[in-house]
């Protein structure tokens, strides 16, 4: 199994908005009872390509519609780039990107606990990951 983690760079930092977060950190995970996380390695997300990156929180709102295609797309396109894991761990994720995420088959884990970095928080999730 899989799992992805918006972070906000090597020091994998979590994200607090997944649609607005520079890079995955992608994990293998294994194990039954005692699950273990290994590290994958970083993916840019394409979605913000270009942009400066700084950490939207979770307050931030995405007012976009259905009706902006050209949204709805970038949602779409970085969801193709975590499209192989079977989670997306979020603090905060917009309908568009819940609902791109869910096209692929990629569900979403909400996180609401005080842990900062991906690693930590993926062991405090770990009896969520069926």
């Not at 929180?57 to 079977?86: N, Q, S």
Request: glycine share 8%.
């Amino acid at each position: 199994m899989k799992i992805a983690v918006p972070v906000m760079g090597e020091n994998l930092k979590i994200a607090g908005n997944a649609g607005h977060t520079p890079y995955f950190a992608v994990y293998a995970m294994s194990g039954g009872m005692f699950r273990s996380f290994v590290f994958e390695g970083l993916r840019a997300n394409p979605k913000v390509a270009g942009e400066d990156h700084h950490d939207h929180d979770e307050h931030h709102t995405c007012d976009h519609d259905e009706g902006d295609i050209e949204h709805i797309k970038a949602h779409d396109t970085m969801a193709e780039a975590i499209e192989d894991c079977d989670y997306l761990v979020v603090k905060s994720a917009c309908k568009n990107t819940a609902r791109s995420m869910g096209n692929l088959g990629v569900k979403l884990q909400k996180y609401n606990g005080h842990e900062i970095l991906a690693p930590k928080i993926l062991t405090e999730l770990a009896p969520q990951f069926k």
